[in-house]
């Protein structure tokens, strides 16, 4: 079982920043692609950044120059800089992990999804 805890959400002011924090835990062999999506409130879910095992990162259009995403292997987290913060980034942001987790000498490849973290963007 793998599992995502999230943190670093709240209530922020236009302009202001937060930084998101998304841990991974369980038998994890390794991870491999990293990411946070987001869903504000009568929309889908959309992806807002990306950062491969090699450490390339990917951004939404919404968020680039914004955002930075970035991820401490050691520790099995990844985090979201934000920054400039505008009201429409108002949503719940969630973490995305991808990798191998192992049981004994079995592999299998696993995708998890965190619980949430509510990011407010208001004055």
């Known amino acids: 079982q793998v599992q995502l805890v999230e943190s670093g959400g709240g209530l922020v002011q236009p302009g202001g920043s937060l930084r998101l924090s998304c841990v991974a835990s369980?038998?994890?062999?390794?991870?491999?692609?990293m990411g946070w999506y987001r869903q504000a409130p009568g929309k889908e879910r959309e992806w807002v950044a990306t950062i491969t095992g090699g450490g390339r990162t990917t951004y939404a259009d919404s968020v680039k120059g914004r955002c930075t995403i970035s991820r401490d292997n050691a520790e099995r987290t990844v985090y979201l800089q934000m920054n400039t913060l505008k009201p429409e980034d108002t949503a719940v942001y969630y973490c995305?992990?991808?990798?191998?987790?192992?049981?004994?000498?079995?592999?299998?490849?696993?995708?998890?999804w965190g619980q949430g973290t509510q990011v407010t963007v208001s004055s």
């Open positions: 369980g038998t994890i062999f390794s991870i491999n692609a």
């Open positions: 995305k992990v991808e990798g191998l987790m192992n049981a004994g000498v079995i592999y299998t490849t696993f995708a998890s």
